[in-house]
């Protein structure tokens, strides 16, 4: 019997407790709406509950639920409500009886309070108002019960609810029910209203405070019939094809970098391919490039040495013997010089001298003056 009293309680406390924002309460059966009037708040029906002695102990958390009003903008102007009522529940009989008000909820065999004909009524008005044909449909209804707090949850899906300007998309003109009323005109205590902006597109301006696209009012709060909530949308990222463009290049030259990058890396396969007839294949391999010569002993700066170890050099690269007007073209010195250093050399059997006309061979030890080949110690004896 408790249990029975309990249910009857929340099927009037939902009703009124969970009315729309800133509407009067209606009945099961969805009757008129009374736009601009007061949300009927708990104070209302505590009276009339704690009449009945057999519910006298209902909890004043559960007298009190939360709603959250949460209203998903889309870029197709449609708008995803999702209406949620929370409860607070102190005992095992109001859970038993929340438990039974969910079931008949979801079945769709009672409202709960959350009478989807409510938004129908809004939004045929609404339709009137601005002359969108707006529908509601997708409806959806579901609970929980997770320890204390016992959930309600109806979702639906409202059509043509944005204006559309241009590229904007605004929110406002839905509200309105008639030139002077609106449906949305204020917030009750634990009420609050959420409204997220569609998937590319960023709020530019609003009359209520938002952060991260995300507009966040609680209540209480009042909204004036000539300032209801606008606010306007505009493309996050529009179809600007200068900007694709260049996203495109430069799409393309990384691309293209890191195939590079990946095709340098790679270590090369040189082992040889076999044709069909077991010899190696060369047809499809380019010519390879020479190898790279041995790189070359940096040639040694002869002025850096002493004037006898230079002739010396000199000798060694033209094979052990020169004339000496070639050395003195090689040196740059003067011919009194290397006549001189020659004869020194000579003397200290460095370098051996001999006369051939008019001009002198000079060679090293030894080596033949006659035919650069290297002379025998024992011959010369």
């Given at each position: 019997?408790?249990?029975?009293a309990?249910?009857?309680?929340?099927?009037?406390?939902?009703?009124?407790?969970?009315?729309?924002v800133?509407?009067?309460?209606?009945?099961?059966?969805?009757?008129?709406?009374?736009a601009?009037?007061?949300?009927?708040g708990?104070?209302?029906?505590?009276p009339?509950i704690?009449?009945?002695q057999?519910?006298?102990q209902?909890s004043?958390?559960?007298?009190?639920?939360?709603t959250?009003?949460t209203?998903?903008?889309?870029?197709?102007?449609?708008?995803?409500?999702?209406?949620?009522?929370?409860y607070?529940?102190?005992s095992?009989?109001?859970?038993?009886?929340?438990?039974e008000?969910?079931?008949?909820f979801?079945?769709g065999?009672?409202?709960g309070?959350?009478?989807i004909?409510?938004?129908?009524?809004?939004?045929?008005?609404?339709?009137?108002?601005?002359?969108?044909?707006?529908?509601?449909?997708?409806?959806g209804r579901?609970s929980?019960?997770?320890?204390?707090?016992?959930?309600?949850?109806?979702?639906?899906?409202?059509?043509?609810?944005?204006?559309?300007?241009?590229?904007?998309?605004?929110f406002?003109?839905?509200?309105?029910?008639?030139?002077?009323?609106?449906w949305?005109?204020s917030?009750g205590?634990?009420?609050?209203?959420?409204?997220?902006?569609?998937r590319?597109y960023?709020?530019?301006?609003?009359?209520?405070?938002?952060?991260d696209?995300?507009?966040?009012?609680?209540?209480?709060?009042?909204?004036?019939?000539?300032?209801?909530?606008?606010i306007?949308?505009?493309?996050?990222?529009?179809p600007?094809?200068?900007l694709?463009?260049a996203?495109?290049?430069?799409?393309?030259?990384?691309?293209?970098?890191?195939?590079?990058?990946?095709r340098?890396?790679?270590?090369?396969?040189d082992?040889?391919?076999?044709?069909?007839?077991?010899?190696?294949?060369?047809?499809?391999?380019?010519?390879?490039?020479?190898?790279?010569?041995?790189?070359?002993?940096?040639e040694?700066?002869?002025?850096?040495l002493?004037?006898?170890?230079?002739?010396?050099?000199?000798?060694?690269?033209?094979?052990g013997?020169?004339?000496?007007?070639d050395?003195?073209?090689?040196?740059?010195?003067?011919d009194?010089?290397?006549?001189?250093l020659?004869s020194?050399?000579?003397?200290?059997?460095?370098?051996?001298?001999?006369r051939?006309g008019?001009?002198?061979?000079?060679?090293?030890?030894?080596v033949?003056?006659?035919?650069?080949?290297?002379?025998?110690?024992?011959?010369?004896?």
């Open positions: 019997m408790r249990s029975v309990l249910s009857v309680v929340f099927i009037v406390l939902l009703s009124l407790g969970a009315s729309p800133g509407a009067a309460s209606m009945g099961a059966a969805g009757g008129s709406l009374a601009d009037s007061d949300v009927v708990a104070g209302d029906i505590r009339a704690e009449s009945d057999t519910i006298a209902l004043e958390a559960a007298l009190s639920p939360s959250t009003f209203i998903n903008l889309q870029s197709d102007r449609s708008a995803n409500w999702v209406v949620t009522v929370e607070e529940l102190t095992e009989a109001e859970r038993e009886a929340f438990s008000i969910a079931e008949e979801e079945a065999t009672a409202s309070g959350l009478d004909s409510l938004y129908e009524n809004i939004a045929a008005q609404a339709s009137a108002q601005t002359g969108r044909a707006m529908e509601i449909e997708s409806v579901s929980s019960l997770s320890g204390d707090t016992g959930s309600l949850q109806l979702s639906f899906r409202w059509t043509e609810f944005l204006a559309e300007d241009g590229e904007k998309l605004v406002n003109d839905a509200l309105k029910t008639t030139d002077e009323n609106a949305l005109s917030l205590e634990n009420q609050e209203l959420r409204i997220t902006t569609p590319g960023a709020i530019t301006s609003a009359n209520v405070p938002f952060s696209n995300t507009i966040v009012v609680e209540g209480p709060d009042t909204f004036d019939s000539d300032e209801l909530v606008e306007t949308l505009e493309p996050s990222f529009g600007s094809w200068g694709l463009a996203a495109v290049v430069i799409g393309v030259a990384i691309v293209g970098g890191a195939l590079l990058l990946r340098q890396n790679e270590p090369v396969d082992s040889p391919r076999m044709d069909a007839n077991g010899g190696v294949d060369t047809a499809d391999k380019p010519d390879e490039p020479p190898a790279d010569p041995e790189p070359a002993e940096p040694e700066d002869l002025s850096l002493a004037d006898d170890e230079r002739v010396i050099r000199l000798l060694e690269r033209n094979g013997r020169m004339r000496q007007a050395i003195v073209s090689e040196t740059k010195w003067s009194a010089k290397v006549s001189q020659l020194s050399m000579a003397e200290n059997d460095e370098v051996t001298k001999l051939i008019r001009e002198n061979l000079i060679s090293l030890p030894n033949d003056a006659l035919d650069g080949s290297p002379v025998d110690e024992d011959d010369e004896r």
